[in-house]
């Protein structure tokens, strides 16, 4: 399983709850997009982008190619990283990687575009350049 994950910097272990699942005993598809949700803040905190009174993450589009359903009980790593080669004045693409324990395969893997926003002016806002080297440098690791 680790080398379904290797490409992926920041990796978060979380259980399938019960509640995850809908009236088709699998994994609802809109759990998926909490589950990058949790992937991309924990992400975030690692590479220190967690102020969101200035500039700060906006998630713009976002997608999720399903391989399998999921089901409880199930635990599921989500791998989390950011395309180096992504960058541009306003932002960057993020990849997910969704591990099913139990099958120790890949359940989904995801897309977002993420923009930076200036929360003061209430617009878009350059990538700062600190936080473009800081990601690099991580990604890089």
Not at 32 to 43: A, D, W
Not at 55 to 82: M, N, Q
Not at 95 to 123: L, M, P
């Amino acid at each position: 399983m680790q080398d379904l994950l290797k490409d992926y910097p920041v990796v978060v272990e979380q259980a399938v709850a019960w509640g995850d699942m809908d009236a088709a005993l699998h994994v609802n598809n809109t759990v998926y997009f909490r589950y990058f949700e949790t992937g991309r803040i924990n992400y975030f905190d690692e590479v220190g982008f967690t102020n969101f009174t200035e500039v700060g993450p906006i998630l713009a589009e976002t997608s999720c190619r399903y391989k399998f359903p999921l089901v409880y009980p199930d635990t599921i790593s989500i791998g989390t990283r950011t395309l180096p080669d992504s960058f541009y004045e306003f932002g960057f693409i993020m990849e997910y990687v969704i591990v099913s324990h139990q099958h120790q395969q890949i359940a989904a893997k995801g897309t977002a575009r993420i923009v930076t926003f200036d929360y003061v002016k209430r617009q878009k806002a350059p990538v700062p350049e600190v936080l473009k080297n800081k990601i690099l440098e991580f990604e890089n690791k």
